[in-house]
């Protein structure tokens, strides 16, 4: 009877092992599903530098999904989605998506934690169509507005190999090819935001002749020498404006809020030109200036860009 007990006593034993170990490997994702999901994170980062995913297989009451949630280095807060094949399926699961973020971001921040989202930089939805679906897109592109960015997939072959890049899919996107971009975003202000806008451009101008300015009908970004110095975007019928690094939000509805946003990027332009003329000494390491802190231009010429 003892031997009777101690034999299933082990085989109960074997089973649970067994459970473990299936359970282990349930959780284990083999190696093409890795794979995939570097590479779309890798995708993530050229569209959104430095995205950094925080959890994934999210789950909400009432149906709501989501496959990854990241953020940027200004703590925005983004949703990804790989859209359903059904193109039906893909926009309504989108639309669930932006309800949950505009009723419960709270809830949102909560679970990613206080201190990586802020809840002031309006959150976006990336969605990920692995199909050409036209009519898909098009559905998915008319919520630009509502903060959702459609992305697709496109494969190169070359002699190194097989790459496979995300590329911007929606109408916005589209529209703002090169140069573009800043007219693309001008023509899409409401009309009371007009004179903002073109004043926002022809200021932006003034600071710099080597400032570039890039984007679409929601985003306009301004870099120097590859150093983002600022950023303008659309919510809607509002602006909201940031400028690097910390991208701290700055509204933009008058002139007044124009000029706080010209001031705070004379600033960082300050601080990129002083990074950028650092002196190196031959054969030695990069030397910082010995008096980084003070303005490289004088008051008379901040005062002439305030103008």
Not at 156 to 163: C, D, P, Q
Not at 218 to 239: Q, Y
Not at 260 to 275: N, S, Y
């Amino acid at each position: 009877m003892a031997t009777r007990g101690k034999r299933d006593d082990d085989a109960e034993k074997a089973d649970v092992e067994k459970g473990d170990v299936e359970s282990s490997r349930a959780r284990v994702k083999p190696d093409g599903e890795r794979d995939e999901l570097a590479t779309l994170i890798a995708g993530l980062d050229e569209i959104v530098p430095g995205l950094v995913v925080i959890d994934r297989e999210l789950a909400f009451e009432g149906g709501a999904r989501a496959d990854l949630v990241a953020v940027d280095p200004s703590g925005r807060l983004y949703l990804v989605q790989h859209a359903n094949p059904d193109g039906d399926k893909a926009v309504l699961e989108a639309l669930d998506a932006v309800a949950l973020l505009r009723g419960q971001l709270e809830v949102l921040v909560r679970h990613c934690g206080e201190s990586r989202v802020n809840a002031e930089r309006a959150p976006r939805l990336l969605v990920v169509c692995a199909s050409s679906d036209a009519r898909m897109v098009e559905r998915l592109g008319a919520l630009g507005d509502a903060g959702v960015l459609v992305l697709g997939s496109r494969t190169v072959k070359s002699a190194a190999g097989e790459h496979r890049y995300l590329v911007r899919l929606d109408p916005a996107a589209r529209a703002a090819v090169g140069p573009s971009g800043v007219a693309a975003f001008l023509r899409a202000l409401p009309a009371r935001l007009e004179p903002l806008g073109a004043a926002l451009v022809e200021r932006m101008e003034r600071l710099d002749e080597e400032l570039t300015a890039g984007g679409d009908a929601t985003n306009l970004v301004w870099r120097l020498s590859g150093e983002v110095l600022a950023k303008v975007e659309r919510i809607g019928d509002l602006l909201q404006a940031s400028v690097a690094p910390r991208h701290e939000p700055l509204p933009l509805a008058e002139l007044a809020d124009l000029e706080r946003l010209v001031e705070k990027a004379l600033g960082r332009l300050v601080r990129v030109l002083g990074l950028t003329r650092v002196e190196r000494p031959e054969g030695g390491p990069e030397r910082a200036p010995s008096r980084a802190d003070e303005p490289l231009l004088t008051p008379e010429e901040i005062q002439a860009f305030r103008e």
